[in-house]
């Protein structure tokens, strides 16, 4: 599930779903999202959950933005579950968390989502290229403002299955790593930049 992190109190909230595979080249044959507001007990949303169950309501593509009336109490902290079943019967499912700020918060906070997958495999003979969605929204008009804003990348190296020895080397190699790109929403490398067998992290402010 793409989304953000945080949203203001008046904005919409849009679940992307669209990076999702495995639906084995035909249309996903059921779909499911649940919500809850998370706490010390997570507590179900039931004007959430009807929205996502009305088909006249939500669709999962293109995705339908939940409207900010529905993301109740503001200030609280809410869990998006997906469920994506395919023809064959077998399902996959993932969560987002997502923040809203309180009505009286006067903070500005860019909404930044990664474009695609959580998750992707890659040889190190593929070039790396991630986009991000970035914007501020205006509780005026409802607007997104994409002027402004300033993209700061951080790669980190997360685990490393070779040698021990090159763990330490790698990781600050990867710490120092700089996107190729001119666009700053976007984050590139060439091929070989990164080595095998590891896993990365990449992270958008």
């Known amino acids: 599930i793409a989304a953000p992190a945080t949203i203001a109190a008046c904005q919409s909230l849009t679940l992307d779903l669209s ?20 706490g010390a007990k997570a507590t179900p949303v039931a004007a959430l959950d009807a929205f996502f169950a009305n088909a006249s309501l939500f669709a999962l593509s293109p995705p339908t933005a939940v409207p900010a009336a529905l993301l109740v109490p503001k200030g609280g902290q809410f869990a998006f579950t997906a469920t994506l079943c395919n ?15 309180a009505e ?5 906070v860019p909404t930044v989502t ?29 607007a997104k403002l994409y002027g402004g804003l300033a ?13 021990a020895a090159n763990a330490t080397q790698l990781a600050q190699r990867a710490r120092r790593l700089v996107s190729t790109s001119a666009n700053a929403a976007v984050f590139r490398l ?15 402010r």
């Open 19 to 38: 990076a999702s595979t495995g639906a084995a080249g035909r249309p996903w044959a059921s779909f499911a999202v649940s919500a809850s507001v998370l």
């Open 87 to 101: 023809f064959l019967g077998a399902c996959g499912s993932a969560t987002a968390t997502v923040a809203v700020l």
């Open 104 to 108: 009286d918060d006067a903070r500005v």
């Open 114 to 142: 990664l474009l695609g997958a959580a998750a992707v495999a890659l040889t190190p003979a593929q070039p790396v290229a991630v986009q991000v969605d970035a914007f501020v929204a205006s509780c005026a008009s409802g």
């Open 151 to 163: 993209v700061d990348w951080e790669l980190r190296l997360r685990s490393y299955s070779g040698r």
């Open 190 to 204: 060439p091929a070989f930049a990164l080595a095998a067998p590891a896993v990365y992290a990449l992270t958008a």
